[in-house]
């Protein structure tokens, strides 16, 4: 089986992530939901939620703050799973909770294993 990465990126506000508490309340058992359908098939590897604080680290330089696309996106989270085909990751990331934001998306790239020898 291929393992891949699926990046969750969703607009923010100038000093934090757009979601309240009461949007991640709400959205929590959709989450689960959504994550348990992969981990029942044992196809889910790993996922979580990323802080909004962040370094980045350019041309021997630290900055603070989190990576923001023009249009104030950016990468709140992440999911490795593993599948035999592309096309069944790309009917789980069609119905990820992340999409019912405006600007959210998921980004699906395939993980290529390094040597074992």
């Not at 069609?94 to 790239?109: A, D, G, H, W």
Request: glycine share 4%; proline share 6%.
């Amino acid at each position: 089986m291929t393992e891949y990465l699926l990046l969750f990126r969703n607009a923010s506000a100038e000093n934090g992530y757009l979601t309240t508490s009461q949007d991640m309340a709400e959205d929590m058992p959709k989450w689960q939901s959504w994550i348990g359908n992969i981990a029942m098939q044992g196809k889910l590897v790993h996922t979580a939620p990323i802080r909004y604080d962040a370094l980045i680290v350019k041309n021997n330089e630290v900055t603070v703050g989190p990576h923001k696309e023009t249009d104030s996106v950016l990468v709140s989270g992440f999911l490795i799973c593993k599948s035999d085909n592309i096309e069944e990751v790309q009917e789980w990331s069609r119905t990820c909770p992340i999409l019912k934001y405006p600007n959210s998306s998921v980004e699906i790239r395939t993980l290529i294993p390094f040597p074992t020898h």
